[in-house]
């Protein structure tokens, strides 16, 4: 029964995909697809209660597995609540081919529920590499745009390579155990289990955007506003850190696992920061800052703590949302998201302060939600030394200092005349207030108690953070969010360009030209050389055959002549009258085809006569 | 009788054809869907009655020829063989069906495909290795006048030169064929009595020369590199219908011919040479993706992944005759997962050459460079080309996937290192499938094509027959793997 959950929305999709093209009306659209996705989350609330499970058997040693853990139950509710705003949000604001736009998002929330709920690496692959053919669909949405299409082929291909861990892995779980189920990931060697780890890793990394891999979800802007709003806060980004927060039972006896996986985490939580408070542009500074915080996940993950990891996703996702989304409108209104244009432009009062509290999140300002998962994954870092620790707190610094920057550039626009930014409809606007409804509605997380509700609830262990981390960790944070707006305010109103330093940055360090040069270019040369090279191979093989023809009717000439006349039999006939009509066709080569024909009969002719002999022999 | 039945009624058809001179084009073309689709449905029929606990081989028909030397005409099926033959029944249906340019000479060119179809079908359905090496053979005249009278650019050429290359392949399978029949005692051409006998255990070199001969027959038909070069010019030129056969059907015939013959009748021999056959698996995965990813031309571009896939084919049959006993879990997989690919490839790129037969009735070029931004202008061919790009580059939930699953798995548990290398492979392909749909539907629509219009009724419905499999094998594939478990079970674990 759990198979409904994922069937829903994709057959939902299909099906009402044509009624959308015929009937173009707005509301209808966003409501049918809203009520879809939310069917979708009643489903799952209701599936958790009664137990569901599903299986489909593809052979006797293939079998298709879904199923519920805590864990997973909260990732499942979260997909379609976060969701189903930003559908409704991209059906009442978004422009042309809307309905494959609307379809394909909720097809694609179908996939990655598949994916959370996967209990096998087959389910888990299959959904993990669709979500990424979807990702490829939606990023390159404006066709016209050449520069898309590249930046989805781009986003498709950098996930793809770590997709390849995640196939070493399913062929070591099967090589090991037989099957391909969770459950039996425990029966492996050490050894297995170490290149079972390295491919999961390498894959989660690569899907959540972690270094070296960050760059791809900068080409993911290409994607109308929504839709990036949709990969970053609740599906495709998040695949990584569900996946190995499900998986983290397992991982953590491999000894490199921990350390691997927590200094990946904080070095895309700094540089990701660094690269948000560099961009001059809305839309990767947001990118940025998601890199950052699924490395602060991963962090949690790599503490021991997968349940931080969780809770982080959950409010991470509820306020990135929203301001994708504003974001989105106001860009749009802007006619681009450079900061500049931005703040040149007046967003509505309601809009910015919607804006601002999700903003505040961001910035992991107290008593909101997402600064105590932040707490959370700082203190579990603690477990593992000051230093990690510490640099959770300057990461938090940090994404105060970026949000700073956003704020400002919304705040300066406040003052200017002229149409202000919205977005179009109660519906679109709707979608933005509930998301964040959700972020202030997660404060309470701050109350004593909550952490044991929690623990209860998610059957896993929450840290405890020390007075001095959290004084440090808001210092920080108030710090951040002072200098960010001052800085940036400054450099608005100065109109002052961005400097070398902050487009190196803001470039993520130069990686996507690093790999440009190092591996697409010289992959490409190869492929263009070895096509080259066939190319003239294919003549040279063609001269040989002719050649060896030439050579083979000489010698048919001088020898072969008595032997054509004396077996005139079954294939030789055939393929004389086959010549014959060839003959009508054309004559130029045909002294070739006889030869190769009398080869065959004289070949067959010293067989039969081989035969004869070994069988007189024998 | 149903099998000589599947046979005797394209040949028939065809021989109305050729002998009615006066038969129009109209008729000829619904003539030829009609006959067409016999035995697609006899097969369907075959494929309902065929017992998946059963024995290998089922609903054989027989009946003596030349009993002394061990002739006879023999027809059955196995789980491989009626898979493929239903996959081919299919295509051969489709290409017959897809418009095309016939130049005058309808009668003529249905003739041919109907012939065509009855030495392909012919080829999967022989229990006899003598009756297997002539409908192979009879393939290639059913494929050079195809290529020759109906293609363009240099046709002709690419048909001789097609025909002698294959020529040259099916020559050194005769040697390797008598070599085979002569050892075998009683002298017979049977299949089951060979497979039985396995008339070469032991016969050291002898033995090793005789393999050599098939692989190399084997190896130019499916083709492996280095033996591939005929594909890319036969291919180019043939009319999109005898593209999407040649690659769709003819090719499975390499691959068929290796599991049917040198696999099954020569087990030790060939568990000797897996190796490096699929080492050469390998190297053509990855050269035929790279020199694909290098090619200007859409019909090249996918000509040469077939190269690519009929490399993961090869590789798995490899691994699952690699050793005798041991690893049955993983080359029972990697049997499988060859036999999907085989269908696979047949239904993807078959789909895939019909479209590029589509994009040539609308614009007289393959160029990709030539095309551009045509998602908005003919959406339902972009949507058919996505899907069957997606598939081809090995999308879960298409059918390429789990084909190319079973054989990564399978491989990894035989040769672990060369699955892993061939693992590139999907990256590759990725790439230049991206590549292809960039070019082809994104960015501003060239003036030339402002009219261009979207796919006919009928190019859509045969089309999206193909790539609805595709998407039913991709999803459920249980029923395929079922008939096909049928074979490895006693291929590979011997039961």
Redo the contacts between chains.
Sequence with gaps: MLWLVPLLPVLASVLLYPWWKVSPSRPAMALSAMVVVLATLALVAWGAGAGWGGQ??????LQLELGLTPLTTVAALVVPLVAAPIIGFAASHEGERLPRLVALMVAFTGVMELLVLARDL?TL??????VG?LS??LI?HQ????E???H??QA??TT??GD?GL??A???V??QT?TLAYDSLGQMSPAATSVFAAGVTLAALSKSAQLPFAPWLFSAMSGPAPVSALLHAATMVAAGVLLLMQLQPILQGVPWFGPALMTVGLATAICGGLVASSSGHAKQLLAGSTSAHYGLMFVAVAAGYPAVALVHFALHGVMKAPLFLITGAAGHQAGGYELHRIAATPVSRALRLAGLVAVLALAGLPPLGAAWSKEQVMAAAAHSGLLPAFLVALAGGLSAFYAGRWQAAFQAGAGRAGQAADADSVVARGGVYVLVLLVVLASPVWLPGSKALLGDWLASAFATARWWELALSLALVLLGLFLGYRFSAQQLAAGSGTATWQRFLAQWLMLPGLAQRTIVRP??A???????L?DR??D???RA?AGL?DWLAGAGTRAGEWLLDGLPEG?ARLSGR?GR??VQ??SG?TH??YS??A??VI??AV??V??LL??GS? | MILTTTLAVPLIGALVLALWPGCSDTFARRWAMAVSVVPLVLLLVAWARFDTGGAMFQLVEEATWVPSLGMGFRLGLDGIALAIAAMSALIFTGAIAYPVDTRGAARQYYAWMLFLETASLGVFLALDLLLFY?FF?LTL?GM??LI??WGHGKP?YAA??F???T??GS?FL??AI??L??SA?P?TFDMRALIRQQPLAGAGAFAGVVMAAFLLGFAIKTPLM?FH??L??AHVDAPAPASAILAGVLLKMGTYGLIRIPYSMMRETFAAWAFPLAVLAVVSIL?GA??A???KDMKRRIAYTSVNHMGYAVLGIAAAGAMLGGSE??R??AM?GATVEMVAHGLITGALFLIAGSFWQRGETYELADY??L??QTPKLAGVT?LAA?ASLG???LAG??AE?HI??GT??VY?WL??IA??G???T??LF??M??SL????LPERWKTMPDLSAVELSVLSVLLLLVVIIGV???EL??VI?TSTRALVEGN
Excluded at chain 2, 441 to 444: E, R
């Design positions: 489909l058997g593809w052979s006797d040693r087959l692959l299959i959904a993990w590499e669709i053919a490829w669909a390159g066709f016209q745009d050449r898309r299409g590249r989805a082929s498709f291909l793809r390579t390849l196939y070493i399913a062929f070591v099967f090589q037989g992959v490409d190869v492929a263009v050389r070895l096509a080259t066939d191979a294919v040279a093989g063609v055959t023809g294939l086959a009509s060839i066709l054309q080569m070739h085809y190769t024909i080869v065959g070949a067959m067989i039969l081989l035969g070994t069988g024998s | 002539v053979d005249v050079y006048f020759g009278r002709q001789l030169k025909f002698l290359y020529l040259l020559l005769l040697l008598l070599g029949y002569l005692d002298l280095p070069t005929w890319p010019r050269y790279l020199v990813l290098g090619q879990a993983a029972s997989m499988a551009g931004g998602s908005g996505t997606f999308l879960p939930g996937f789990v699953f990564f798995v990894f548990g672990p699955a892993a693992l590139l999907i990256l590759i990725a790439a991206l590549r749909l960039q539907f994104f960015g501003q459920y594939p249980a793997l079922d478990a």
